[in-house]
Protein backbone atom coordinates (compact mmCIF):
# COMPACT_ATOMS: atom_id res chain seq x y z
CA UNK A 1 0.00 0.00 0.00
CA UNK A 2 1.12 3.46 -0.95
CA UNK A 3 1.45 5.93 1.98
CA UNK A 4 -1.18 8.78 1.83
CA UNK A 5 1.77 11.21 1.79
CA UNK A 6 5.03 10.82 -0.34
CA UNK A 7 7.41 12.46 1.67
CA UNK A 8 10.62 14.75 0.64
CA UNK A 9 11.73 16.32 -2.75
CA UNK A 10 9.75 15.76 -5.95
CA UNK A 11 9.99 17.29 -9.33
CA UNK A 12 6.34 17.54 -10.31
CA UNK A 13 3.77 19.89 -11.79
CA UNK A 14 1.11 21.90 -10.37
CA UNK A 15 -1.71 19.24 -11.20
CA UNK A 16 0.01 16.46 -9.54
CA UNK A 17 1.24 18.50 -6.24
CA UNK A 18 -2.51 19.36 -5.94
CA UNK A 19 -3.49 15.32 -5.96
CA UNK A 20 -0.59 14.63 -3.63
CA UNK A 21 -2.00 18.10 -1.35
CA UNK A 22 -5.69 16.44 -1.80
CA UNK A 23 -4.32 12.85 -0.36
CA UNK A 24 -2.34 14.48 2.65
CA UNK A 25 -5.46 16.26 3.62
CA UNK A 26 -7.46 13.00 3.85
CA UNK A 27 -9.21 13.11 0.66
CA UNK A 28 -11.15 9.90 0.08
CA UNK A 29 -13.42 10.02 -2.49
CA UNK A 30 -12.63 11.93 -6.21
CA UNK A 31 -15.41 12.04 -8.92
CA UNK A 32 -13.92 13.64 -12.19
CA UNK A 33 -14.66 13.85 -16.03
CA UNK A 34 -11.78 14.09 -18.40
CA UNK A 35 -10.98 17.74 -19.46
CA UNK A 36 -7.98 19.63 -20.32
CA UNK A 37 -5.94 21.45 -18.57
CA UNK A 38 -7.24 19.84 -15.38
CA UNK A 39 -7.16 16.17 -16.31
CA UNK A 40 -3.94 15.43 -14.82
CA UNK A 41 -5.09 15.75 -11.34
CA UNK A 42 -7.92 13.01 -11.81
CA UNK A 43 -5.32 10.91 -13.95
CA UNK A 44 -2.76 11.59 -10.55
CA UNK A 45 -5.42 10.17 -7.86
CA UNK A 46 -6.97 7.55 -10.08
CA UNK A 47 -3.91 5.62 -9.27
CA UNK A 48 -2.70 6.62 -6.24
CA UNK A 49 -5.95 7.13 -4.23
CA UNK A 50 -7.36 3.34 -4.35
CA UNK A 51 -3.93 2.63 -2.56
CA UNK A 52 -4.70 4.37 0.27
CA UNK A 53 -8.71 2.97 0.42
CA UNK A 54 -10.00 5.98 -1.07
CA UNK A 55 -12.43 5.62 -4.39
CA UNK A 56 -12.22 7.43 -7.55
CA UNK A 57 -14.98 6.95 -9.84
CA UNK A 58 -15.00 8.95 -13.45
CA UNK A 59 -18.49 10.12 -13.96
CA UNK A 60 -20.65 10.87 -17.04
CA UNK A 61 -20.10 13.94 -17.22
CA UNK A 62 -19.35 17.07 -15.09
CA UNK A 63 -22.83 17.46 -13.58
CA UNK A 64 -22.44 14.11 -12.40
CA UNK A 65 -19.61 14.57 -10.94
CA UNK A 66 -20.33 17.36 -8.47
CA UNK A 67 -23.42 15.52 -7.32
CA UNK A 68 -20.87 12.55 -6.81
CA UNK A 69 -18.58 14.77 -4.60
CA UNK A 70 -21.82 16.12 -2.46
CA UNK A 71 -23.17 12.09 -1.89
CA UNK A 72 -19.64 11.17 -0.87
CA UNK A 73 -19.54 14.16 1.42
CA UNK A 74 -23.14 13.51 2.72
CA UNK A 75 -21.71 9.93 3.49
CA UNK A 76 -18.61 11.04 5.69
CA UNK A 77 -15.94 11.42 3.59
CA UNK A 78 -13.86 14.24 2.63
CA UNK A 79 -14.63 14.57 -1.18
CA UNK A 80 -12.92 16.62 -4.38
CA UNK A 81 -13.35 17.07 -7.99
CA UNK A 82 -11.72 18.84 -10.31
CA UNK A 83 -12.50 20.88 -13.99
CA UNK A 84 -11.78 23.42 -16.03
CA UNK A 85 -13.94 26.42 -17.52
CA UNK A 86 -16.65 24.26 -19.72
CA UNK A 87 -16.89 21.90 -16.91
CA UNK A 88 -17.19 24.40 -13.98
CA UNK A 89 -19.79 25.95 -15.84
CA UNK A 90 -21.69 22.48 -15.72
CA UNK A 91 -21.23 22.22 -12.47
CA UNK A 92 -22.73 25.44 -10.84
CA UNK A 93 -25.94 24.24 -10.32
CA UNK A 94 -24.77 21.98 -7.26
CA UNK A 95 -22.01 23.90 -6.04
CA UNK A 96 -25.18 26.33 -4.93
CA UNK A 97 -26.49 22.88 -4.10
CA UNK A 98 -23.14 22.64 -1.84
CA UNK A 99 -23.73 26.04 -0.33
CA UNK A 100 -27.56 25.49 0.47
CA UNK A 101 -27.09 22.00 2.08
CA UNK A 102 -23.80 22.66 3.77
CA UNK A 103 -22.20 20.41 2.21
CA UNK A 104 -17.77 20.50 2.46
CA UNK A 105 -15.95 19.54 -0.53
CA UNK A 106 -13.21 20.89 -3.01
CA UNK A 107 -13.31 21.79 -6.34
CA UNK A 108 -10.53 23.01 -8.58
CA UNK A 109 -10.85 24.61 -11.61
CA UNK A 110 -7.58 24.64 -13.55
CA UNK A 111 -8.08 27.64 -15.77
CA UNK A 112 -8.22 27.71 -19.75
CA UNK A 113 -9.25 31.04 -22.28
CA UNK A 114 -13.41 31.10 -22.27
CA UNK A 115 -15.72 31.70 -23.35
CA UNK A 116 -17.10 27.87 -24.55
CA UNK A 117 -14.44 26.03 -25.41
CA UNK A 118 -12.28 28.53 -26.13
CA UNK A 119 -8.06 27.34 -26.36
CA UNK A 120 -8.03 24.45 -24.38
CA UNK A 121 -4.52 23.56 -24.19
CA UNK A 122 -3.73 27.77 -23.25
CA UNK A 123 -4.17 29.35 -19.66
CA UNK A 124 -6.40 32.15 -18.52
CA UNK A 125 -7.98 34.03 -15.28
CA UNK A 126 -11.16 34.35 -16.35
CA UNK A 127 -13.28 32.59 -14.45
CA UNK A 128 -12.47 34.50 -11.05
CA UNK A 129 -15.81 35.88 -11.28
CA UNK A 130 -17.67 32.72 -11.93
CA UNK A 131 -16.40 31.40 -9.26
CA UNK A 132 -17.92 33.96 -6.33
CA UNK A 133 -21.09 34.59 -8.39
CA UNK A 134 -21.70 31.90 -10.84
CA UNK A 135 -24.84 29.95 -9.47
CA UNK A 136 -28.16 32.05 -8.64
CA UNK A 137 -28.67 33.90 -5.32
CA UNK A 138 -26.96 35.44 -2.81
CA UNK A 139 -24.31 33.43 -1.40
CA UNK A 140 -20.55 33.33 0.08
CA UNK A 141 -17.62 31.20 -1.25
CA UNK A 142 -14.15 30.46 -0.99
CA UNK A 143 -12.07 30.52 -3.49
CA UNK A 144 -8.00 30.46 -3.65
CA UNK A 145 -5.70 31.04 -6.13
CA UNK A 146 -2.34 29.46 -5.66
CA UNK A 147 1.49 30.52 -7.69
CA UNK A 148 3.22 27.48 -8.44
CA UNK A 149 3.43 23.12 -7.74
CA UNK A 150 4.18 24.36 -4.02
CA UNK A 151 1.46 26.40 -3.00
CA UNK A 152 -1.19 24.16 -4.57
CA UNK A 153 0.33 21.24 -2.64
CA UNK A 154 -0.49 23.44 0.50
CA UNK A 155 -3.47 25.31 -0.41
CA UNK A 156 -4.98 22.09 -1.78
CA UNK A 157 -4.97 20.79 2.05
CA UNK A 158 -5.97 24.80 3.59
CA UNK A 159 -9.42 23.77 1.13
CA UNK A 160 -9.89 20.78 2.76
CA UNK A 161 -9.33 22.81 6.18
CA UNK A 162 -11.34 25.36 5.22
CA UNK A 163 -14.66 23.36 3.83
CA UNK A 164 -14.59 20.88 6.71
CA UNK A 165 -14.26 24.00 9.33
CA UNK A 166 -17.20 26.02 7.36
CA UNK A 167 -19.21 23.10 5.76
CA UNK A 168 -18.69 25.12 2.49
CA UNK A 169 -17.30 24.39 -1.04
CA UNK A 170 -14.02 26.06 -1.43
CA UNK A 171 -12.68 26.22 -4.99
CA UNK A 172 -9.13 26.22 -5.96
CA UNK A 173 -8.90 28.32 -9.08
CA UNK A 174 -5.24 27.69 -10.61
CA UNK A 175 -4.47 27.88 -13.84
CA UNK A 176 -3.09 25.84 -16.70
CA UNK A 177 0.28 27.43 -16.67
CA UNK A 178 0.55 26.68 -13.16
CA UNK A 179 -1.01 23.33 -13.58
CA UNK A 180 1.25 22.20 -16.21
CA UNK A 181 4.43 23.65 -14.25
CA UNK A 182 7.10 21.51 -13.44
CA UNK A 183 9.15 23.10 -10.49
CA UNK A 184 10.61 21.33 -6.85
CA UNK A 185 7.88 20.23 -4.39
CA UNK A 186 8.71 19.46 -1.25
CA UNK A 187 6.14 17.44 0.65
CA UNK A 188 6.87 17.02 4.75
CA UNK A 189 6.23 14.37 7.23
CA UNK A 190 2.59 13.47 7.74
CA UNK A 191 3.13 14.73 11.27
CA UNK A 192 3.85 18.15 9.99
CA UNK A 193 1.13 18.71 8.30
CA UNK A 194 -2.10 19.68 9.51
CA UNK A 195 -5.72 18.74 8.71
CA UNK A 196 -8.92 19.21 9.97
CA UNK A 197 -12.42 17.27 9.83
CA UNK A 198 -16.02 18.45 10.01
CA UNK A 199 -17.26 18.74 13.69
CA UNK A 200 -19.49 15.90 13.87
CA UNK A 201 -22.54 15.73 15.26
CA UNK A 202 -23.09 13.89 19.14
CA UNK A 203 -25.57 13.59 21.39
CA UNK A 204 -29.32 12.14 21.42
CA UNK A 205 -29.93 11.18 18.25
CA UNK A 206 -34.20 11.77 18.07
CA UNK A 207 -33.25 15.49 19.30
CA UNK A 208 -30.82 16.49 16.95
CA UNK A 209 -30.74 19.18 14.77
CA UNK A 210 -28.70 18.93 11.20
CA UNK A 211 -28.94 22.69 10.29
CA UNK A 212 -28.78 24.00 14.02
CA UNK A 213 -26.01 26.48 14.15
CA UNK A 214 -22.88 25.87 16.57
CA UNK A 215 -20.56 28.12 18.67
CA UNK A 216 -19.21 29.54 15.18
CA UNK A 217 -22.25 29.51 13.33
CA UNK A 218 -21.78 26.04 11.37
CA UNK A 219 -23.88 23.02 12.26
CA UNK A 220 -22.42 20.06 13.27
CA UNK A 221 -22.87 17.16 10.61
CA UNK A 222 -24.04 13.96 10.65
CA UNK A 223 -23.25 11.38 8.15
CA UNK A 224 -25.54 9.72 6.24
CA UNK A 225 -26.82 6.17 7.68
CA UNK A 226 -25.71 7.26 10.55
CA UNK A 227 -28.62 6.79 12.96
CA UNK A 228 -29.63 10.66 13.03
CA UNK A 229 -33.02 11.57 11.59
CA UNK A 230 -32.16 14.08 8.79
CA UNK A 231 -33.62 16.26 6.11
CA UNK A 232 -31.73 17.62 3.12
CA UNK A 233 -32.94 19.44 0.33
CA UNK A 234 -32.17 22.42 -1.49
CA UNK A 235 -35.09 24.54 -0.50
CA UNK A 236 -35.48 26.75 1.94
CA UNK A 237 -35.11 25.10 5.35
CA UNK A 238 -35.27 25.19 8.97
CA UNK A 239 -33.13 24.17 11.57
CA UNK A 240 -34.55 20.13 11.35
CA UNK A 241 -33.97 20.89 7.55
CA UNK A 242 -37.30 20.54 6.63
CA UNK A 243 -38.74 23.26 4.05
CA UNK A 244 -40.38 26.19 4.89
CA UNK A 245 -41.57 28.47 2.34
CA UNK A 246 -41.47 32.18 4.69
CA UNK A 247 -39.67 35.01 4.01
CA UNK A 248 -38.95 35.10 7.89
CA UNK A 249 -37.01 31.12 7.49
CA UNK A 250 -35.10 32.43 3.97
CA UNK A 251 -34.03 35.19 6.06
CA UNK A 252 -32.59 33.28 8.93
CA UNK A 253 -31.15 30.67 6.65
CA UNK A 254 -29.01 33.49 3.99
CA UNK A 255 -28.33 35.10 7.41
CA UNK A 256 -26.32 32.20 8.69
CA UNK A 257 -25.08 31.26 5.88
CA UNK A 258 -23.33 34.41 4.96
CA UNK A 259 -22.33 35.09 8.27
CA UNK A 260 -20.74 31.85 8.80
CA UNK A 261 -18.30 32.90 6.38
CA UNK A 262 -18.03 36.93 6.83
CA UNK A 263 -17.94 36.92 10.04
CA UNK A 264 -15.28 34.74 9.90
CA UNK A 265 -13.08 36.33 7.14
CA UNK A 266 -9.99 37.17 9.44
CA UNK A 267 -9.13 33.76 9.99
CA UNK A 268 -9.71 32.60 6.51
CA UNK A 269 -8.48 35.38 4.04
CA UNK A 270 -4.45 35.23 3.21
CA UNK A 271 -2.70 37.51 1.43
CA UNK A 272 1.05 37.99 1.10
CA UNK A 273 3.24 41.42 0.65
CA UNK A 274 6.75 42.34 -1.08
CA UNK A 275 7.98 45.75 -0.40
CA UNK A 276 4.72 47.31 0.43
CA UNK A 277 6.44 49.36 3.21
CA UNK A 278 6.71 52.24 1.25
CA UNK A 279 5.09 51.73 -2.02
CA UNK A 280 3.37 54.60 -3.83
CA UNK A 281 1.98 52.30 -6.16
CA UNK A 282 0.47 48.29 -4.97
CA UNK A 283 0.11 45.51 -7.91
CA UNK A 284 -2.50 43.13 -6.77
CA UNK A 285 -2.40 40.19 -8.65
CA UNK A 286 -2.53 36.35 -8.15
CA UNK A 287 -2.02 32.85 -9.72
CA UNK A 288 0.56 32.57 -12.04
CA UNK A 289 0.44 36.88 -12.58
CA UNK A 290 1.51 37.37 -9.72
CA UNK A 291 4.83 35.76 -10.89
CA UNK A 292 5.53 37.86 -13.32
CA UNK A 293 4.59 40.63 -11.11
CA UNK A 294 6.99 40.11 -8.37
CA UNK A 295 10.12 40.67 -11.21
CA UNK A 296 7.83 43.77 -12.28
CA UNK A 297 7.87 45.23 -8.46
CA UNK A 298 11.79 45.37 -8.58
CA UNK A 299 12.40 46.52 -12.21
CA UNK A 300 10.08 49.22 -11.60
CA UNK A 301 12.15 49.86 -8.17
CA UNK A 302 15.59 49.81 -10.74
CA UNK A 303 13.93 52.38 -12.66
CA UNK A 304 12.79 54.90 -9.66
CA UNK A 305 9.09 53.79 -9.07
CA UNK A 306 8.12 52.66 -5.63
CA UNK A 307 5.79 49.70 -6.16
CA UNK A 308 4.82 47.19 -4.11
CA UNK A 309 3.02 43.48 -4.44
CA UNK A 310 -0.14 42.90 -2.39
CA UNK A 311 -0.56 38.80 -3.41
CA UNK A 312 -4.23 37.25 -3.61
CA UNK A 313 -3.83 33.94 -1.82
CA UNK A 314 -7.42 34.20 -0.82
CA UNK A 315 -9.26 35.87 -3.77
CA UNK A 316 -12.87 35.21 -1.98
CA UNK A 317 -13.73 36.50 0.62
CA UNK A 318 -11.82 39.39 -1.11
CA UNK A 319 -9.41 41.59 0.85
CA UNK A 320 -11.58 44.77 1.11
CA UNK A 321 -10.41 45.71 4.60
CA UNK A 322 -6.81 45.84 3.54
CA UNK A 323 -7.32 47.77 0.22
CA UNK A 324 -9.12 50.25 1.59
CA UNK A 325 -6.54 50.99 3.99
CA UNK A 326 -3.83 50.77 1.27
CA UNK A 327 -5.93 53.29 -0.79
CA UNK A 328 -5.87 55.66 2.53
CA UNK A 329 -1.65 56.18 1.83
CA UNK A 330 -0.66 54.98 -1.59
CA UNK A 331 -1.13 56.91 -5.18
CA UNK A 332 -2.62 54.21 -7.14
CA UNK A 333 -3.39 50.29 -7.83
CA UNK A 334 -2.35 48.17 -10.62
CA UNK A 335 -4.31 44.87 -10.90
CA UNK A 336 -2.38 42.25 -13.17
CA UNK A 337 -4.70 39.11 -14.14
CA UNK A 338 -5.27 37.36 -17.23
CA UNK A 339 -8.40 38.66 -18.24
CA UNK A 340 -10.06 41.84 -19.06
CA UNK A 341 -10.52 43.24 -15.70
CA UNK A 342 -12.21 40.83 -13.14
CA UNK A 343 -10.29 41.14 -9.94
CA UNK A 344 -9.59 45.30 -11.17
CA UNK A 345 -13.49 46.01 -10.81
CA UNK A 346 -12.82 44.82 -6.89
CA UNK A 347 -9.77 47.10 -6.57
CA UNK A 348 -11.73 49.74 -8.17
CA UNK A 349 -14.67 49.40 -5.40
CA UNK A 350 -12.84 48.44 -2.42
CA UNK A 351 -10.63 51.59 -2.68
CA UNK A 352 -13.80 54.03 -3.26
CA UNK A 353 -12.02 56.43 -5.78
CA UNK A 354 -9.18 57.52 -3.65
CA UNK A 355 -6.90 56.88 -5.70
CA UNK A 356 -6.87 55.71 -9.82
CA UNK A 357 -6.88 52.09 -10.66
CA UNK A 358 -5.24 50.81 -13.56
CA UNK A 359 -5.78 47.36 -15.89
CA UNK A 360 -2.81 45.08 -16.93
CA UNK A 361 -5.18 42.54 -18.42
CA UNK A 362 -5.60 40.38 -21.73
CA UNK A 363 -8.04 37.65 -22.55
CA UNK A 364 -5.73 34.60 -22.26
CA UNK A 365 -3.37 32.34 -24.05
CA UNK A 366 0.08 33.89 -22.63
CA UNK A 367 1.14 35.69 -19.71
CA UNK A 368 1.65 39.17 -18.73
CA UNK A 369 5.20 39.84 -18.79
CA UNK A 370 7.23 42.07 -16.39
CA UNK A 371 7.96 44.45 -19.02
CA UNK A 372 4.04 45.17 -19.76
CA UNK A 373 3.77 45.74 -15.90
CA UNK A 374 6.35 47.92 -15.67
CA UNK A 375 5.19 50.43 -18.53
CA UNK A 376 2.08 50.66 -17.56
CA UNK A 377 3.32 51.62 -14.16
CA UNK A 378 5.90 53.81 -15.91
CA UNK A 379 3.00 55.59 -18.22
CA UNK A 380 0.09 55.76 -15.28
CA UNK A 381 2.53 57.36 -12.78
Known amino acids: MRPAVLTGEHFITGDAACAEGALAAGCMFFGGYPITPATEIAEHISVHLPEIGGTYIQMEDEIAAIASVLGASCAGLKSMTATSGPGFSLMMENIGLAVCTETPCVIVNVQ ?17 MQAKWGSHGDYEIIALAPSSPQEIFYQTITAFNLSETYRVPVII ?6 GHLSEKVIIPNAREIKTLSRTMAKGRKDRFKPFAPGPNGVPPMAVAGGGYNIHVTGLTHDEQGYPDMSVECHRQMMERLINKIRLNQDDIIQTE ?19 TSLAAVDEARAQG ?19 KQLSAR ?34 GGTIITPDEVVET ?5
Open 112 to 128: RTGPSTGLPTLGAQGDM
Open 173 to 178: MTDEMV
Open 273 to 291: GYRLEDADIVIVSYGVSSR
Open 305 to 323: IKAGLLRLITVWPFPEKLI
Open 330 to 363: IKGFVTVEINLGQIHLEVERCSGGKVPAFLVGHP
Open 377 to 381: LKQAF
